[in-house]
Each structure stands twice: as C-alpha cells, then as structure tokens.
C-alpha cells in the first residue's frame, strides 16, 4: 500500500491526482487543476507552479510522485504552447525532488509499461481504470490519475 501524487502539465494549467493503494486495488482520494494567474510573468507562473506543487505534496505526503511527461513526437514540439508544458515539467520535477519525494517521469508508452498494459491510452479513452469511473474527467485530468496510479508500488506477493 501506498500514496502517490500524479501531474499531468499543459501549456496554461496543471493536473493533479492523488491516489492511495496498488495498482491493482487504486483508491483515487483527491484531484484537481490549477493555473497561475493570467497576468503573471513567465517566470512568475513558473514559480506559482512550483508552490503550488508543494503545497500539494505537503498537504498529502505522497510516497512517490508521477509526471506524465510529452511525448517524443508530440505535434506542435516546436510551438510556444509545446514549450510551456515542457517548462512547467521541469519545473514540477524539481520541485517535487526538492521535497525529497522519488519521482518518475514518462511518456504514455512508460506509464502503459508501469501499469502492465500495453496501451493505457485505452483507460483515458474508456474513463475506467480498475473501477476507478474518470468518466467526468476531461483527457489530461485522466492522465493525471494514471500516472498517479502508475507511481504506486505492485501489490505484494502473497
């Protein structure tokens, strides 16, 4: 059993999902979005982000952290939007490093793998994940428990 935080960045806000259990028996106990003022500077909403975080991992004390990181061959790699999400994933990975919390980071081919599937992509289309219902959650926020669930130790041998 354990506790793990999951982020899922997008150019303009975060995604977050905690979850308590396995992989196998994942109990999803809080999620929710955030986004750094409009106004604020880049450098600024970077730093908002990386509050953010720790507030978050303060308040829950996850064991291990999740980042769902971009894909290789992301479309659009080399627009600004691209560029954001890549700097607030960096900026998420330090961040919960700095916490002392084990972190890891992947595409959806590293979280599939995690979660002993061979396409997970199939969980965020389906919004059911080992009955867990993200039927309400929009596609990022499913990510974001995925990657959570994905960060949660096997269940024991037996």
């Not at 997008?10 to 396995?22: L, N, P, S």
């Not at 829950?60 to 994933?89: F, H, M, N, W």
């Not at 199939?122 to 428990?145: H, Q, T």
Request: one cysteine or more.
């Amino acid at each position: 059993m354990g506790r793990s935080l999951g982020f899922r960045a997008e150019a303009k806000q975060i995604h977050w999902a905690v979850v308590d259990g396995t992989r196998d028996a994942p109990i999803l106990q809080a999620h929710d979005k955030a986004a750094a003022p409009v106004q604020a500077s880049e450098a600024t909403a970077l730093s908002w982000y990386r509050e953010r975080a720790r507030l978050i991992a303060e308040t829950y004390t996850p064991d291990a952290v999740g980042i769902r990181s971009a894909e290789p061959i992301a479309r659009g790699s080399g627009k600004e939007g691209a560029r954001r999400r890549l700097r607030i994933e960096g900026v998420l990975l330090e961040a919960m490093d700095s916490c002392g919390l084990q972190v890891t980071t992947g595409a959806l081919a590293t979280i599939s793998a995690r979660l002993g599937t061979k396409r997970a992509k199939k969980y965020i289309e389906s919004g059911n994940y080992r009955g867990l219902d993200l039927s309400a959650f929009s596609g990022p926020a499913r990510e974001a428990v995925l990657v959570a669930v994905s960060a949660l130790p096997q269940a024991e041998e037996e």
